[in-house]
């Protein structure tokens, strides 16, 4: 059985087993590092973000804690002022990163767009 001839992070070689005609797993493959980037990116949308869940955790607490009495209201005020500017922050966060995105996607497409022009294969 063939092994992928690709290696891992930490340097050491992958163990995947391939195909007979296949010298990479999917996960090392040159010809399939744009499918992958594709699915990582959809991938990373689907999940919720970890700081989010968080702070919808933290907002949950405040809330049973002012709604029950056990604190007083002022300093949970500007808690919440401050939890505020926070999910504006990673808003922006996630807005630059979805940019950045489909900046590379449009340069892709202009370089696919030039080799074609060119009488060569966009892919």
């Known amino acids: ?3 992928c001839v ?3 992070r930490d340097g050491t070689p992958c163990e995947r087993i391939v195909g007979a005609s296949k010298q990479y797993c999917y996960a090392h493959d040159p010809a399939r590092a744009e499918a992958r980037k594709r699915n990582a990116s959809k991938g990373g949308k689907s999940k ?3 700081e989010i869940a968080g702070i919808k955790n933290q907002l949950a607490t ?15 005020a500007v808690a919440g002022q401050l939890i505020n500017a926070r999910l504006r922050a990673v808003e922006v966060e996630r807005k630059i990163r979805e940019q950045d995105e489909l900046e590379a996607r449009l340069e892709a497409l202009e370089q696919a767009t030039g080799n074609r022009e060119k009488g060569g294969q966009p892919f």
């Not at 002012?66 to 949970?76: F, H, I, K």
């Open 62 to 76: 405040m809330v049973n804690e002012v709604l029950t009495g056990a604190v007083a209201t002022a300093p949970y």
């Open 1 to 3: 059985m063939a092994r």
């Open 48 to 50: 919720p973000n970890r």
């Open 6 to 8: 690709g290696y891992k």
